[in-house]
T-cell receptor, first 110, second 114 residues
């Protein structure tokens, strides 16, 4: 079983739609959780951290359910510029070893 | 301020050859990590160095090695290249050793092995 599992998509949605991505992780000792964004043929960039209490950054809301080992990302009022691959990421153990999911591809269309 | 810089950006090698990839972290960052990203997959952790010491190693064969220099720049070496080593190699830097999860990635070195 992969440490981090995501639906690869692609999710094709119209502009203005609300879209939700899910991610599950297998290691219950995982400490920290993140969503990274990767544009086509570019490097990944941190989108937001994910906390148990849930956190929001503008149109983006992230949620963590430790009991179910489940992470989500909700994008409201999607824009063309949101088109990218969204990577679910966990940090387990010391150091900076991040474990990435395969990513979910989002395409926002006119 | 310059971000993470990597060189070369693209390279083509043949099976059995050796490759050296280079990375300069953001000024002031002391930790460098290397990741391999195969097409259609997320990045896979290879190594982390902090203060010139190896602090983590992923599930890669001994053909992969790395080091960090006194100026915190880093090299990733891959010997006896295989077709399956074709990938985007990403370098990431961060201030410290322990994770707040924010790694700053370079644009990567795209390696093709023929």
């Amino acid at each position: 079983r992969k440490e981090v599992e995501q639906d690869p998509g692609p999710f094709n949605v119209p502009e203005g739609a609300t879209v939700a991505f899910n991610c599950t992780y297998s290691n219950s000792a995982s400490q920290s959780f993140f969503w990274y964004r990767q544009d086509c043929r570019k490097e990944p960039k941190l989108l937001m951290s994910v906390y148990s209490s849930g956190n929001e950054d503008g149109r983006f809301t992230a949620q963590l359910n430790r009991a179910s080992q489940y992470i989500s990302l909700l994008i409201r009022d999607s824009k063309l510029s949101d088109s990218a691959t969204y990577l679910c990421v966990i940090l387990t153990g010391g150091g900076n070893k991040l474990t990435f999911g395969t990513g979910t591809q989002l395409k926002v269309e006119l | 301020d310059a971000g993470v810089t990597q060189s070369p950006t693209h390279l083509i090698k043949t099976r059995g050859q050796h490759v050296t990839l280079r990375c300069s972290p953001i000024s002031g960052h002391k930790s460098v990590s290397w990741y391999q990203q195969v097409l259609g997959q997320g990045p896979q952790f290879i190594f982390q160095y902090y203060e010139k010491e190896e602090r983590g190693r992923g599930n890669f064969p001994d053909r992969f090695s790395a080091r960090q220099f006194p100026n915190y720049s880093s090299e990733l070496n891959v010997n006896a290249l295989l077709l399956g080593d074709s990938a985007l190699y990403l370098c990431a830097s961060s201030l410290g050793n322990t994770g707040d999860g924010e790694l700053f990635f370079g644009e990567g070195s795209r390696l093709t092995v023929l």
